[in-house]
């Protein structure tokens, strides 16, 4: 049995050929098989109304002088006519995409909200001074202070944005 799919598309192309028997040769027999399909069903009454408009566009689809703007107009009017209906012009249906596009692009281009905090609270890596066996050493820190470092002596310092810490691993230290 055929699906419903396959059901429209056979009712689609009797639609088309009963309305190029009638554009071939008009009579008042065809007219009245036309009448006789259209009251059949509403499936049928649809593909005879897709069907002619189909043939209002075919003289558009034979120019050659249209561009690639009427090539798109001409593609909604066919595909999204048959979609969403007669009632719904492509015009809003594209609309929506493009509205969608564009707040992105404004999200995209608004700086971040987000402030950064001054550079004094920027927390830093420690840095480490060690010395060797029988070396000393004197260090002026970032705050400006002098230190002194005797033999085999390890220290860091940080700074954290709000207090700066000297941390002594091992040996002595002398602070000025």
Known sequence: MPDEATRNDNIEQRAGDLLQAHARHASAETAAAIDVFASQSSAHADALRYAQMLQKLAPTLNCETSGPREAVQLWLEVHW???IGPQTTWKWLAAVPILIVCVFALQLLQPASEELPPAAAIAQAPIDYTTRWHETREITLSD?????????????????????????????????
């Not at 400006?144 to 310092?157: F, N």
């Open 81 to 83: 006519t048959r979609w």
């Open 144 to 176: 400006g202070s002098k230190t002194w470092l005797d033999w085999q002596t390890s220290i860091s310092e940080s700074f954290d944005g709000t207090a700066r810490r000297v941390t002594v691993h091992r040996g002595k230290v002398a602070f000025d």
